[in-house]
């Protein structure tokens, strides 16, 4: 049983195509990010939800749209990849929308553009 | 702003000796501090928190760190190294709030030699 699972694993795609990942968590948080994590491991917060609202937003390009349908899913979507948006990312989760419980995330998806 | 430094990128140690791993934090208010493990091509696994508790901290696998108010500091310690323990380890501390995210350090790539 994954506590927060990411598909796909890996992501290998052109430059200008539209790509989603989605996550999903079996912990019953209320709390979800995303983050990205660049070529030198260096990992910085895109988004966070709490309970499908919208809580954090970070200075992303408006190509990266997250939906989350429900408190168990937070979905990122990519529209005109590029290849700067080549990284990890890593989806997580906590009890609560705060931070001294600590994330739980998930294994991440490589992403790749070409 | 709250803010990590691990001040070494990079650790190499014999295999059986002492593992230490430093991280200076920042912050204006009393954090909490956490230790993450990323083994190669892996998610993010959290080792060890300090909650305002015991300033003394065991984690898994034999880790342990201790948080010094006085010397803003949170090291990562393990006695005995093990060829395993080969990984990227970040020190991140939490946010003011419940709404603002934990932020990472930039890593610390430690190295086991046989």
């Known amino acids: 049983d994954t506590a927060v699972s990411q598909t796909p694993k890996y992501l290998v795609t052109q430059m200008g195509n539209d790509k989603s990942i989605k996550c999903e968590q079996n912990l019953g948080h209320d709390t979800m990010y995303w983050y990205k994590q660049d070529s030198k491991k260096f990992l910085k917060i895109m988004f966070s939800?709490?309970?499908?609202?919208?809580?954090i937003n970070e200075t992303v390009p408006n190509r990266f749209s997250p939906k989350s349908p429900d408190k168990a899913h937070l979905n990122l979507h990519i529209n005109s990849l590029e290849l700067g948006d080549s990284a990890v990312y890593f989806c997580?989760?906590?009890?609560?929308?705060?931070?001294?419980?600590?994330?739980?995330f998930g294994s991440g998806t490589r992403l790749t553009v070409v | 702003a709250q803010s990590v430094t691990q001040l070494d990128s990079h650790v190499s140690v014999s295999e059986g000796t002492p593992v230490l791993l430093r991280c200076n934090y920042s912050s204006s208010y009393s954090p909490s501090l956490f230790w993450y493990v990323q083994h190669p091509n892996k998610g993010l696994q959290l080792l060890l928190k300090?909650?305002?508790?015991?300033?003394l901290v065991k984690g898994i696998n034999g880790f342990e760190a201790e948080f010094k108010k006085s010397e803003t500091s949170f090291h990562l310690t393990k006695p005995s190294a093990h060829m395993s323990d080969a990984a990227e380890y970040f020190c991140?501390?939490?946010?003011?709030?419940?709404?603002?995210?934990?932020?990472f350090g930039k890593g610390t790539r430690l190295s086991v030699i046989a």
């Open positions: 997580a989760s906590s009890q609560v929308a705060g931070a001294n419980y600590g994330y739980t």
């Open positions: 939800y709490n309970n499908k609202e919208l809580i």
């Open positions: 991140v501390v939490s946010g003011i709030s419940g709404n603002t995210p934990l932020v």
């Open positions: 300090y909650t305002s508790a015991a300033t």
